[in-house]
Nanobody, 125 residues
Framework: VQLQASGGGLVQAGGSLTLSCAAS????????MAWFRQAPGEGRKFVTV????????YYADSVKGRFTISRDSAKNTVYLRMNSLKAEDTAVYYCAASPYYSYSDLTSMIKYDFWGQGTLVTVSS
């Protein structure tokens, strides 16, 4: 699976942005699809995932209620809608695909086989 993330940019605090992750090579419905992010000077952290098995979505506490992950099967694309953005959301955002489906597995980077190249989101305060 090849993943291509896009949609990052500069946005003011309180604003919104939608990231896209276009997949090729395999059907995204065969994988749990996630977003991770890496802020400057920090490690890569889990943001959200949609399990392929039951389409349930899981979110990190820091983004719950503000971010929404969705999947368009016809376009083989996964989206991350980000509302009420804060300065601390500034990071490079990565999409990833995993053959696992349980939440306990899906928050761990090592459970993901495929990664996109990342897209930078900068939130100005």
């Amino acid at each position: 699976v090849q993943l291509q993330a896009s949609g990052g940019g500069l946005v003011q605090a309180g604003g919104s942005l939608t990231l896209s992750c276009a997949a090729s090579g395999r059907d995204v419905n065969l994988y749990s699809m996630a977003w991770f992010r890496q802020a400057p000077g920090e490690g890569r952290k889990f943001v959200t995932v949609k399990s392929y098995r039951d389409s349930r979505s899981y979110y990190a506490d820091s983004v719950k209620g503000r971010f929404t992950i969705s999947r368009d099967s016809a376009k083989n694309t996964v989206y991350l809608r980000m509302n009420s953005l804060k300065a601390e959301d500034t990071a490079v955002y990565y999409c990833a695909a995993s053959p696992y489906y349980s939440y306990s597995d899906l928050t761990s980077m090592i459970k993901y086989d495929f990664w996109g190249q990342g897209t930078l989101v900068t939130v100005s305060s």
